[in-house]
């Protein structure tokens, strides 16, 4: 099948690689890949659903019916046959406005096999004009409020340093942990990364140096009734005290407002990294948020660097949403 994924458009990269790598994560590898502005095109084979209740930032999963000049998909409405289907058509522009013209064209040309119905459709189909023009039926629409209802003012347990849910979500998607797979976050502070991993279905293993932050993270997962392993400790010894696992997704201290303990970056992260690349099982991935790009060559032989993302904070935090893989 062919998918078109409407991108939430709040980074001008990290929606695409985040609904890339959530395929992966499904194996269904997408091929033949195509963004156009905040659409996504491309060829795999997977459950909408799964898609749908994994991704964070992209609001529609759609599959694609045509592409191409204006023409082109008036014609491919026109032969679609809905067996009298109830539809609706969307023509959404930018600033959230609707093009009337475009929905009443596509409309007409497929009301030859199929009704109208504003109110209860049982088809939705979206029409969107980027450098070509696509015509698109909806699949599953992502549940962008669900992700509100975990923020971090909603939670017991809160510290200026928490990730955004739709961030954290993102992170653990980059890491293409499995439904079953086992999950590490060693920095996992207020435990948001664990909540969003655990809720993907991945089992959970958080650590961190910092007591308070273990027994914040408990809070954190029993608040939205998950469980997880939870250990404190540095991240040196997590090679000794935790299995291999099938992925990380972690967002380090940045030498600012959330403590090392007094340790420097420059000595923290490589001993990380080193701890990782004896965590991850051969070919898994590690997603890590990384104050700046250079922290990227900290990373030993073992870790391959796949890809990486600058999203600005404020004015002096930018963080870079990071993905090595564990060679194999
Ligand atoms: C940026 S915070 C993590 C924030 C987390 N993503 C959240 O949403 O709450 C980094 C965490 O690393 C922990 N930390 C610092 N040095 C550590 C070390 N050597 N080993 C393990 N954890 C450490 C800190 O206690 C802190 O909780």
């Known amino acids: 099948m062919r998918w078109l994924i409407e991108l939430s458009g709040e980074h001008p990269t990290l929606p695409s690689a985040e609904a ?152 653990v998607n980059l890491s293409r942990v499995s439904y079953g797979g086992r999950l590490l976050d060693p920095f996992c502070g207020t435990g948001g990364i664990l909540l969003e991993a655990s809720l993907v279905g991945a089992e959970i293993v958080g650590s961190d140096i910092d007591g308070e932050m273990i027994a914040g993270s408990r809070k954190t997962l029993s608040h939205f009734n998950r469980t997880g392993r939870l250990i404190m400790a540095d991240v040196g010894r997590l090679p000794s005290l935790v299995e291999k696992v099938d992925a990380i997704a972690t967002d380090p201290p940045y030498g600012r407002s959330s403590s090392t303990k007094s340790e420097s970056i420059e000595s923290l992260y490589p001993r990380a990294f080193q701890a990782f690349g004896q965590l991850l099982k051969p070919g898994a991935h590690l997603a890590i948020c990384l104050p700046e790009e250079r922290h990227t060559t900290m990373a030993g032989p073992d870790l391959k660097l796949e890809e990486t993302y600058p999203v600005r904070v404020h004015g002096s935090l930018t963080r870079h949403f990071t993905v090595f893989s564990r060679s194999r």
Not at 58 to 70: C, K, L, P
Not at 109 to 128: C, I, N, S
């Open 20 to 171: 890339a790598a959530c395929f992966e994560a499904l194996k269904a590898r997408a091929t033949d890949v195509e963004v156009d502005g905040a659409l996504m095109t491309f060829a795999a084979e997977a459950k909408p659903e799964l898609v749908a209740e994994r991704l964070a930032l992209s609001h529609f999963v759609n599959e694609e019916i045509a592409t191409g000049a204006f023409e082109d998909i008036l014609a491919a409405s026109e032969k679609l046959d809905l067996a009298g289907a109830r539809f609706m058509v969307r023509a959404p522009a930018r600033g959230g406005s609707v093009r009337k013209s475009v929905e009443e064209k596509i409309g007409k040309a497929l009301a030859g096999t199929g009704k109208v119905d504003l109110g209860q459709p049982e088809v939705t189909f979206r029409v969107h004009e980027g450098k070509k023009w696509h015509l698109s039926r909806v699949l599953c629409k992502v549940n962008r409020t669900e992700f509100e209802r975990r923020r971090p003012a909603n939670r017991p347990f809160k510290k200026p340093v928490m990730l955004h849910p739709r961030l954290a979500r993102a992170l």
